[in-house]
T-cell receptor, first 116, second 112 residues
């Protein structure tokens, strides 16, 4: 299957700082990328959907000014957690879908964010 | 109430046993995914189904659209199958335009 990478895999930061997470599709062009969040012992939850070259669509309850998503190219989407707080500590995972792949999504390995 | 319900939540079995994990959903869907999440958190997509049955190695996934139900089976289970198995659906509505809605997962432990 197609490969999606995420960087960093793990990040620890101080409260109030911003953290950028990258999601890359390595061997296909991802027209759509999805960002999910998983709190401990909880289901994965969709945060936002981004299409290359357009603004992201955020799910209800997800602050677009806090979670900045940029999908500037067909192989890269970034999620920036601005002014991170301890409650933002979570596992963030992206997935990507390409042209001609129907609805199949390929998942990145995830990024574990800890905000102190 | 979660739109995607999985059972059981936890399952411990002996090596070699036949494993079944069930998923029921309440919305109209265009596709259903079975995912495997390992302790580190990484997710692997096992199957994407919209009808019928798929098989890959020792894994079999079935879906009944009319009954809104899917099952994941593991034959000749092995300790390396220990993981969280997640059912996720691509709904016609809700969960964002194209985002998946996830079940809470089934934590499977296969003992040697």
């Amino acid at each position: 299957g197609a490969v999606v990478s995420q960087h960093p895999s793990r990040v620890i930061c101080k409260s109030g700082t911003s953290v950028k997470i990258e999601c890359r599709s390595l061997d296909f062009q991802a027209t759509t990328m999805f960002w999910y969040r998983q709190f401990p012992k909880q289901s994965l939850m969709l945060m936002a959907t981004s299409n290359e070259g357009s603004k992201a669509t955020y799910e209800q309850g997800v602050e677009k000014d806090k979670f900045l998503i940029n999908h500037a190219s067909l192989t890269l989407s970034t999620l920036t957690v601005t002014s991170a707080h301890p409650e933002d500590s979570s596992f963030y995972i992206c997935s990507a879908r390409g042209v001609g792949q129907g609805s199949e999504q390929f998942f990145g390995p995830g990024t574990r964010l800890t905000v102190l | 109430k979660n739109e995607v319900e999985q059972s059981p939540q936890n399952l411990t079995a002996q090596e070699g046993e036949f494993i079944t994990i069930n998923c029921s959903y309440s919305v109209g869907i265009s596709a259903l995914h079975w995912l495997q999440q390992h302790p580190g958190g990484g997710i692997v997509s096992l199957f994407m189904l919209s009808s019928g049955k798929k098989k890959h190695g020792r894994l079999i996934a079935t879906i009944n659209i009319q009954e809104k139900h899917s099952s994941l089976h593991i034959t000749a289970s092995h300790p390396r199958d220990s993981a969280v198995y997640i059912c996720a659906v691509l709904a016609y509505s809700g969960g964002g335009a194209d985002g998946l809605t996830f079940g809470k997962g089934t934590h499977l432990i296969i003992q040697p």
